[in-house]
């Protein structure tokens, strides 16, 4: 069975930086995009970045543009979400997940809060 296992999350300033870990554990066939999603309270989960198998493509969307970038670890099985210049806006519970997402592979997240 995969599954997700997201890391990192705590309190932050706003200005602030966080870095946030996703492990995959199961088996995968190789060559899967890993993205990011967030949820913050009383709004939907939402996709706000990824990175290739490779690590050389990476996409951030609107929101995090410019300030969130994704990064894929060493070990295939782990990345990162890079976050700089943090709004309370970014509080929120943080995900990783294949993309497109696979159901039954849903961690916990990770909460991130930003105080203004």
């Known amino acids: 069975q995969v599954q997700m296992r997201e890391s990192g999350g705590r309190w932050a300033e706003a200005g602030g930086s966080l870095t946030l870990s996703c492990t995959v554990s199961?088996?995968?066939?190789?060559?899967?995009?890993l993205a990011w999603w967030r949820q913050a309270p009383g709004r939907e989960r939402e996709k706000i970045a990824g990175v290739s198998w490779s690590g050389i493509s990476q996409f951030a969307l609107d929101p995090v543009k410019g300030r969130f970038t994704a990064r894929r670890g060493s070990a295939k099985n782990t990345a990162y979400l890079i976050m700089k210049n943090l709004q309370p806006e970014d509080t929120a519970v943080y995900y990783c997940n294949t993309n497109p997402p696979r159901d039954d592979a849903w961690g916990q997240g990770t909460q991130v809060t930003v105080a203004g």
């Open positions: 199961g088996r995968l066939e190789d060559g899967y995009v």
